[in-house]
């Protein structure tokens, strides 16, 4: 299978490039801006094709050219972004551009990488066919693409697959930064900490999208997590434990709005659980089902 992904070399798509390239028989294409990105995408041993998701006639003729089977998009402003319109020109604009660039081409699959989390659920276990209260801005670019997304599949039968992950976590990106400041004590949980975790180790996320690209239907939502959702100070306490420290301090939410943003605290206190039976229907099943089984393997990974 002839495979583009946008954001390759990001957290999540570096390992998705390992489970494609162990596969077997795929050929491998990464989206690159400029010559800075094509050699990191170069160094992971796969191909690249020049494009940037703001420049739609540049992108078409690009998607025209290398005429792929399917396309993972996995690039995106992340939700520590505090440019609203950045946020929107990139998540969403971005996105539709690449849907049109891409809507003429026969995909067999069009994977697009959401987010279930987005805003405040009561502790609830949310289902796909239940609706999301959208939050944050970051969510809200995430929601509109997953609108026009559908509408293009139930419209023309674009083959659109929705990928909902939870919070994300593993050897690396966000959560290696984590670590070095939870190292050194400049790490709070925010507010009390008494908020339902949905989380998901990035191996099994990477797995997750392999899955789908092979058996995901198109016009379907699903959410990706493990199987034993936790509490977030419960979380970071375990997390604290490997570093030698008994427990995480925390930080009043008006103190993290300052630090960090009120929207990626109001992300992190929100309070949900994600149910992955939907996804165990393709055949999917973690290889953490736990936050501690897959936190072991984190920092075994990044000793």
């Known amino acids: 299978m002839k495979i583009l992904i946008t954001g390759a070399t990001g ?14 028989g795929n050929e491998i294409y990464a989206l690159a801006r400029n010559q800075k990105s094509a050699k990191n995408i170069e160094k992971m041993g796969i191909k690249v094709v020049y494009g940037d998701l703001g420049e739609p006639v540049v992108l078409k003729k690009s998607l025209e050219e290398l005429s792929p089977n399917a396309i993972l998009h996995l690039a995106a402003e992340i939700a520590t972004q505090r440019n609203t319109k950045l946020l929107w020109q990139v998540n969403h604009e971005g996105t539709k ?29 949310l289902s796909e066919e239940k609706p999301l209260n959208v939050e944050t801005e970051y969510g809200k670019t ?7 997304l559908l509408k293009a599949y139930q419209t023309e039968s674009f083959p659109a697959v929705i990928l909902r992950p939870s919070h994300i976590y593993g050897p690396g990106g966000w959560f290696a930064d984590l670590i070095k400041d939870m190292k050194i004590g400049l790490f709070r949980i925010p507010g009390s900490g008494k908020n339902y975790w949905d989380v998901v180790h990035v191996d099994d996320v990477a797995a997750a999208f392999v899955k789908a690209l092979h058996s995901g239907k198109a016009g379907e939502i699903y959410h990706i997590a493990d199987d034993t959702p936790v509490l977030m100070e419960d979380f ?20 993290a709005n300052l630090l960090r943003g009120k929207d990626p605290v109001r992300a992190a206190t929100r309070s949900a659980r994600s149910s992955n039976t939907k996804l165990k229907g393709l055949g999917w099943k973690p290889e953490y089902p736990d936050y501690r089984s897959g936190l072991k393997h984190t920092f075994q990974s990044m000793a």
């Open 11 to 24: 957290f999540l798509g570096q390992r998705i490039v390992y489970l494609l390239k162990k596969e077997g």
């Open 97 to 125: 551009n690449l849907y049109e660039a891409a809507k003429g081409l026969g995909l067999k699959r069009f994977l697009f990488a959401s987010t279930v989390v987005v805003g405040e659920a009561g502790g609830e276990l």
């Open 142 to 148: 995430k929601q509109a693409s997953e609108a026009m």
């Open 236 to 255: 970071f306490n375990e997390a604290g434990s490997y570093l030698g420290k008994r427990k995480i301090g925390h930080a009043p939410i008006f103190l």
